[in-house]
């Protein structure tokens, strides 16, 4: 247990340092819709790491639903080897800074493949209030619903497109309360 809490730790580590270097600026804005797809697209440095330009990520966590635009929000589709086990998942954080999201799945990414939720974090903050914090619930849960399943990956202008279910908790206490998290992700090449 110790072993993959490392890894999610390392991986949300690391989803978050690419997630705000990635962030979206008025110059970047200011460059062709054609010109920000390609740029967007794998780099030598990331292999495996997109930045969407067009998508959205929707995430519903007890009776609210976050999305995420990637024509204003910094959404990506992480690909990464931790202790050599790979990983995919999904990052995003919205322009204004106050809500983040980030899941994960061990293995590479396959289409049409469901796998197991590996670690997720939710994250609120508001103007003079402490901030919100879920992450992925240790507590006893049906097992089927910890899933995240990539249903298209790398088709025609589909890069990915995901459906996740989940359970989030705001502490690792024995027996603390958990709530449902679902959503999807859809990142268009063009």
């Not at 490392?6 to 690419?18: E, G, M, T, V």
């Not at 899941?103 to 396959?110: D, Q």
């Not at 249903?151 to 309360?177: C, G, M, R, W």
């Amino acid at each position: 247990m110790v072993k993959y809490s490392i890894r999610f730790i390392c991986f949300i580590l690391l989803l978050s340092a690419f997630v705000s270097s990635c962030q979206k600026d008025e110059a970047v804005k200011a460059a062709t819709t054609e010109d920000k797809a390609d740029s967007s697209l794998s780099t030598a440095a990331n292999p495996g790491n997109y930045l969407a330009v067009k998508g959205s990520l929707k995430v519903k966590v007890q009776d609210s639903t976050y999305t995420f635009n990637a024509a204003q929000d910094s959404i990506a589709f992480v690909n990464m080897t931790i202790d050599g086990e790979e990983y995919f998942g999904v990052t995003a954080i919205n322009k204004a800074h106050s809500v983040s999201f980030g899941i994960s799945s061990l293995g590479a990414p396959i289409a049409e493949m469901t796998n197991n939720v590996a670690g997720a974090q939710f994250l609120l903050s508001a103007p003079g209030k402490s901030n919100t914090k879920y992450t992925l619930s240790s507590n006893t849960r049906p097992e089927d619903y910890d899933t995240i399943a990539l249903e298209k990956y790398n088709q025609n202008t589909v890069f990915a497109k995901i459906t996740f279910h989940t359970y989030l908790a705001k502490d690792k206490k024995p027996n603390s309360a958990f709530y449902s998290a679902e959503g999807s992700f859809e990142l268009q090449v063009k």
